[in-house]
């Protein structure tokens, strides 16, 4: 009996058990390495741009530690070459209600070394697409309000104007993590050491007019847009000297690692009814691929959504080297519709974070189908190697489309960078 009292009063007296229910009356110790912490603007090198251009800005971070969680691309739209007044019932919007997403065609991230840090090409179909596969529907109707964007499936009336007439801009922020793999680390919250971000050079492609506008409400026309005063918001540390020196010390014996994920496109155009398309790229973990077809002449008419397909698929699966996903084919829409669900674990979450792809838009204007890798989406680096002995390839079968169509295929996957004091290097 003496002796259950005593670990009774052992345990009672723990910290650890008293903090666990609200019993630890000790002010907490700071734990904060950071003496300092701000927003900083990285200015593009022009402050306009036009369709087509490349907007360039070089990061003069210095010594500060960045949170990429926390940066944005800020910049104004205009649309230019109006004819008749903008109003709620004559005006234009965002192809798909993409939102300024649509204007980004590409993005490039270069070290101060020169290595390659990121690449997406079609990225605005990348993030139109993943997004509505990864995000609920208070994402669209809230926080994509910042660039513009919106659901889907909302009538041309109800979507975002897109810009503004003449002189008059329209200012969007579009989070960096959403348009690079860069700024959303495998590690939620790893802050970016000085040695990968500062230096770097950020290329941003901008989209050919006919693909980033859609169709009108009214019959209001323009020809073009213009970005004006863009910039990247990052949200800098300064750390405390001590912290500096252990972090300086690392840097130079082994390297600061910073894992993030990254993607690699392909498309490929086609009319058959048979597919077979390999994605060329070896990486050591594979996460997950998705195709969206999009009828070509679809993909540059300001007068159609350019970032939504509705082709159906008869039958698809994935396959890399021997294994496929699923192992037999997916032949139903509904059966493709919850195949693709999982790879964003959307099943598991479904209660309370479900995607806002609805079974009914997915089966009429967004027929994505993907492939889930992972052996546990619950686990970091779990995915599956992709080289030439294990070739990753599309197997599909579709209806006639009578028309070309570009089949856009997205593989994403872990990249590792090691940051040094003078250099970068970056694994795959």
Request: proline share 4%; net charge negative.
């Amino acid at each position: 009996m003496d002796f259950e009292v005593t670990s009774e009063n052992k345990l009672a007296e723990n910290p650890e058990v008293q903090s666990k229910n609200g019993l630890l009356y000790v002010l907490p110790q700071s734990l904060s390495s950071s003496v300092n912490k701000t927003f900083i603007r990285q200015q593009a090198q022009r402050s306009g741009y036009t369709p087509g251009q490349t907007m360039v800005f070089d990061m003069n971070t210095g010594s500060r530690y960045i949170d990429p969680e926390n940066c944005a691309l800020v910049f104004g739209l205009a649309l230019t070459g109006a004819t008749g007044a903008q109003s709620p019932t004559n005006h234009r919007t965002f192809s798909s209600n993409a939102g300024a997403i649509a204007c980004i065609e590409e993005i490039r991230i270069h070290a101060k070394s020169g290595v390659e840090l990121d690449r997406i090409q079609e990225c605005n179909q990348y993030v139109f697409t993943r997004s509505q596969l990864r995000e609920n529907s208070d994402y669209f109707t809230k926080y994509a309000s910042m660039w513009g964007g919106g659901l889907i499936n909302a009538t041309t009336a109800n979507r975002p104007l897109l810009g503004q007439l003449g002189a008059t801009s329209q200012t969007y922020a579009i989070p960096m993590g959403l348009i690079s793999g860069l700024f959303n680390p495998t590690v939620k919250g790893m802050k970016m050491p000085p040695g990968l971000l500062s230096g770097a050079r950020i290329e941003i492609v901008l989209e050919e007019f006919g693909r980033v506008i859609g169709p009108a409400e009214g019959t209001m026309t323009v020809n073009g847009y213009a970005v004006t005063d863009p910039y990247i918001h990052c949200l800098s540390h300064e750390l405390s000297d001590n912290s500096q020196a252990v972090l300086n010390e690392e840097s130079v014996e082994n390297g600061l690692e910073y894992t993030y994920t990254r993607c690699f496109s392909t498309m490929e155009a086609s009319d058959s009814t048979s597919l077979n398309i390999q994605v060329k790229k070896a990486v050591s973990q594979g996460l997950r691929a998705f195709t969206i077809p999009i009828i070509q002449t679809n993909s540059v008419d300001e007068d159609e959504d350019s970032f939504s397909g509705a082709l159906t698929y008869t039958s698809f699966n994935y396959r890399i080297g021997s294994s496929f996903y699923p192992q037999q084919k997916a032949d139903s829409a509904v059966e493709s519709y919850y195949i693709t669900q999982n790879l964003y674990n959307k099943h598991a979450v479904s209660g309370w974070y479900s995607s806002a792809l609805d079974f009914d838009t997915y089966a009429a204007v967004q027929g994505v189908i993907g492939g889930d890798f992972e052996s546990d989406q619950r686990l970091n680096l779990s995915g599956t190697p992709i080289n030439n002995s294990n070739t990753l390839s599309l197997n599909a079968t579709v209806p006639a489309p009578g028309a070309l169509v570009n089949y856009y295929v997205f593989l994403e996957y872990v990249a590792v960078s090691r940051s040094y004091l003078t250099n970068v290097e970056v694994k795959l």
